[in-house]
């Protein structure tokens, strides 16, 4: 079997004395869709922010591709964050550029291609999330929905192994949701993208989810995980419970 | 070895391509073949990726620019032998569309944009004279009902105007009095008339300098909060909340801002007339000037009129940078860039305004004989 792409240990996470994730443990295998679920308030996005780096665990480690996310510094986290794109809740893009400029800000830093070929490269992307005659505009310009697809579309710029992305879906349109959702397998499938996806939508987990980890926000501890079909017969209600209202989708 | 080779054969040019096609590995390949193909004198071009080993989108990229690259110098020219991973992602692109929004971008013209400065200037005159408009109206209905006043608010503000300004204040004031003193001094002393720098010190500050230099400290601190804070809540839609609420934004946020501006301006000015008088004494007694001589001569200079036109100024001043600061905030456009151009516009339309006003106010007072 191969090496999972990211392996949790033993993550415990909170603010001051409050623990939000306690003793988490798991992995995420190369080119899979895993989906983090939970009800308001159970840590998903600190377990997300963990995972690529941006806030540092009471104790355990996060692992990409056997490095660890947590302890590495200067190049050594450069090399590790060039493997993973993220593209945040609220979309997080630069006011001040343009949705052309966001994209090719991280092909002018991270490469020596010329400006011509990041233009060229950030428009396929723009391509890519439907947002190719929108190019020009400033982020304020743009509908959420909208934002959320740049956003997508700048996490993609240089290609990364893995996308994390904080519920890409909400706010979206039934039709924008299954066609970003659709985006997202294409994006699996052909370049081995392994997605983690912070998501509350259940459509959306039913269309993409490879595997599922469901988090417990009062024992701030994993409640289930594994493969939907898996989570659906899950002998704790509670998982049942989350998954209901699409019982009969299956 | 260059990852590219280019093979004429007969009536075509084949370039092969090899190894890894992503985001850093192009950079060299794409400007070596771009430069290849530039102009190539060939009916054919085949693009062969037997030898690709990786193509991500950065890949796909280069292949499509080659593609039109070659396609420009005449050539008809196709892929051959791509990895399966490279064609779907080529699937997946509309090339001519491509080509067509990166024609897209332009600058307008410049009588366009003489236009668009002039619409923009229009604009903003409309907008001033319908925020002065709705400000005082506001405020008139704000003192006739004094109990829909948000004093609370009014009075943070005050506090945060007023109180945590002193500290500033008082360098500020009290270095203005020391280097008026000298300046003054150092050329007055060549006519033993030093003891007639404390008129000066005592008219520059009271009429012009303390009034002034308040306003513009009120300025940096109060109206660029009062923009930030305006221009953060226009960004978080909580503008459009109150709208959606019934109340009006301008009496909600800019009445409790103002009357908080102009009631402390006045103290505020006092003070720092006062520090920069000592400031001035200090230096005085330094060039061997009493306090007592100090004091009966300003007491000899200056009469009433000279701090009330000051105060009076000052009021007008406080209004001013109240009112711009919470204009350029509601005024914000969306974002973090939008907050910081709103704090810096009011921070520089008031001094403008106010040096304006000033200068205005100068001018008419020396006519007057005030």
Request: proline fraction near 4%; include cysteine; charge should be negative.
């Amino acid at each position: 079997m191969t090496p999972p792409i990211i392996r949790v240990n033993n993550l415990t996470a909170g603010f001051a004395d409050r623990i939000v994730l306690r003793d988490i443990s798991f992995d995420v295998q190369r080119g899979e869709v895993f989906v983090i679920v939970g009800g308001s308030g159970s840590g998903k996005s600190t377990l997300l922010k963990h995972m690529i780096g941006l806030y540092r665990p009471q104790c355990g480690t996060v692992c990409i591709e056997g490095e660890d996310i947590v302890a590495a510094h200067g190049p050594e986290r450069i090399s590790i964050l060039r493997k993973i794109g993220v593209s945040f809740q609220t979309g997080a893009l630069f006011g001040s550029m343009s949705i052309l400029d966001n994209v090719r800000l991280p092909l002018e830093a991270h490469t020596d291609l010329p400006k011509q070929a990041t233009a060229m490269i950030a428009r396929m992307k723009l391509q890519l999330v439907s947002l190719g005659d929108a190019a020009d505009r400033m982020p304020a310009e743009l509908s959420g929905g909208m934002r959320k697809r740049a956003a997508i579309a700048r996490a993609m710029a240089l290609d990364p192994l893995i996308l994390f992305l904080d519920e890409p879906s909400a706010g979206l349109d039934p039709v924008l949701s299954a066609e970003l959702d659709s985006l997202l397998l294409d994006l699996s499938r052909m370049l081995h993208v392994t997605l983690v996806v912070v998501t509350h939508e259940l459509d959306s987990i039913f269309t993409i989810a490879d595997r599922v980890l469901m988090l417990d926000g009062a024992t701030q501890t994993i409640a289930a995980e594994g493969p939907l079909l898996k989570l659906l017969a899950h002998a704790n209600p509670q998982v049942r419970r989350f998954f209901a209202p699409n019982k009969e989708q299956m | 070895m260059s990852n590219f080779q280019l093979t004429p054969a007969g009536d075509r040019v084949t370039l092969s391509l090899r190894g890894r096609l992503d985001a850093y590995s192009i950079s060299a390949i794409w400007r070596e073949a771009s430069e290849a193909l530039t102009g190539i004198d060939s009916p054919r071009v085949v693009i062969d990726g037997t030898q690709i080993d990786y193509c991500d989108t950065s890949g796909a990229a280069m292949l499509l620019d080659l593609a039109q690259i070659s396609r420009a110098a005449g050539a008809e020219t196709e892929f051959a032998n791509l990895p399966e991973q490279a064609q779907q992602l080529l699937g997946l692109f509309d090339p001519t569309k491509l080509a067509a929004q990166s024609q897209q971008v332009g600058r307008s013209s410049w009588p366009e944009r003489i236009g668009q400065w002039g619409s923009n200037v229009g604009n903003e005159i409309v907008t001033l004279v319908s925020f002065v408009g709705e400000a005082a109206s506001a405020l008139v209905i704000a003192l006739r009902h004094p109990v829909r006043i948000r004093w609370g608010d009014a009075v943070r503000i005050a506090r945060e105007a007023g109180v945590d300004a002193l500290p500033i204040v008082s360098l500020i004031s009290f270095l203005i009095g020391v280097i008026l003193a000298f300046q003054a001094a150092t050329a007055m002393s060549r006519f033993g008339a030093e003891v007639f720098v404390a008129d000066l010190v005592g008219l520059a500050v009271l009429r012009e300098l303390g009034p002034l230099m308040t306003t513009i400290l009120l300025a940096g601190r109060s109206g660029a909060a009062f923009a930030a804070e305006l221009g953060t809540m226009k960004v978080n839609e909580e503008i459009d909340a109150l709208s959606t609420l019934g109340f009006e934004p301008v009496r909600f946020l800019a009445v409790p801002r103002i009357l908080a501006t102009v009631a402390v301006i006045p103290v505020l000015t006092v003070y720092a007339n006062l520090i920069g008088l000592i400031g001035g004494a200090i230096v005085m007694m330094g060039f061997g000037i009493s306090l007592v001589s100090y004091y009966q001569e300003l007491l000899g200079m200056l009469d009433l009129s000279d701090l009330l036109t000051g105060l009076g100024k000052s009021l007008l001043f406080g209004v001013i940078v109240a009112g711009v600061g919470c204009l350029r905030g509601l005024q914000a456009g969306h974002g973090a860039a939008a907050v910081g151009r709103s704090a810096t516009s009011a921070v520089v339309s008031a001094i403008v305004l106010i040096v304006a006003v000033d200068g205005l106010f100068t001018v008419i007072f020396y006519y007057a004989g005030i």
